[in-house]
């Protein structure tokens, strides 16, 4: 097995995928978020059809796109946490960490095999949130471009969610306090993050990157 591929899929990640898929809370998971995200879809939608946002069939799709990509946003900080706060305090609760550092597997693919497993569920979400993010594309006013962005964007908020829970899986023995530590800082992440965007605005100049027309022959 090349490189590449061993990185991709070592036994952590199958092991760790194997057990997820398995029972229902993964299942029952990923049906909550969607059903979670195209609920919020159809309200606004509704809410858009009445005419209270605005006007246009492009400010129809821009307000549908802002309200759906802030909220999967905000989902994924609820759920990412959790995939990956217990990674290591639970092998340690179970007594089973003694196990793994005992195979020939070295320290760091244990850990990139719990990060790529957890991980590769928030993939899962994004991917079967696609659907739903087509419907935008019937109003206009957004480009595949600015999709892919914004999925761009939640895929490394997601992930740095993801070691800030993982980090805190490595330093506490108990799950429950990885859980909360994990919790507490993707709450100051984010709304550090919000609270500094609106103190301190950025200025958009929407011409800014326009190229000026060549001149008329």
């Known amino acids: 097995m090349n490189p590449v591929a061993r990185a991709l899929w070592n036994p952590i990640v199958a092991k760790e995928?194997?057990?997820r898929?398995?029972?229902?809370?993964?299942?029952?998971?990923?049906?909550?978020?969607?059903v979670l995200l195209g609920g919020i879809g159809?309200?606004?939608?509704?809410?858009?059809?009445?005419?209270?946002?605005?006007s246009g069939l492009s400010n129809y799709g821009q307000t549908l796109f802002t309200f759906l990509i802030l909220f999967?946003?905000?989902l994924l900080a609820f759920i990412t946490p959790a995939l990956t706060?217990?990674?290591?305090?639970?092998?340690?609760?179970?007594?089973?960490?003694?196990?793994?550092?005992?195979?020939?597997?070295?320290?760091?693919?244990?850990?990139?095999?719990?990060?790529?497993?957890?991980?590769?569920f928030v993939v899962l979400l994004l991917i079967l949130s696609v659907p739903i993010f087509s419907m935008v594309f019937l109003f206009g006013g957004?480009?595949?471009d600015q999709v892919l962005d914004a999925f761009a964007v939640t895929g490394v908020t997601a992930l740095t969610l993801g070691l800030v829970g993982l980090a805190f899986s490595s330093l506490f023995r108990r799950s429950l306090v990885s859980t909360v530590a994990a919790y507490g800082a993707a709450f100051v992440l984010m709304a550090?993050?919000?609270?500094?965007?609106?103190l301190l605005p950025t200025d958009y100049d929407v011409n800014a990157t326009k190229a000026p027309a060549p001149p008329a022959v």
């Open 42 to 54: 159809w309200l606004v939608f509704s809410a858009i059809a009445n005419n209270t946002f605005g």
């Open 17 to 19: 995928y194997r057990a």
């Open 85 to 120: 706060a217990g990674a290591i305090s639970g092998e340690r609760e179970r007594q089973t960490i003694d196990l793994l550092f005992v195979t020939p597997l070295p320290t760091f693919s244990i850990i990139w095999g719990k990060l790529l497993a957890s991980m590769s």
């Open 72 to 74: 999967q946003v905000a």
């Open 192 to 198: 550090g993050t919000l609270l500094y965007g609106l």
């Open 21 to 34: 898929m398995r029972t229902w809370r993964s299942p029952f998971a990923m049906t909550v978020y969607v």
């Open 142 to 144: 957004i480009e595949l």
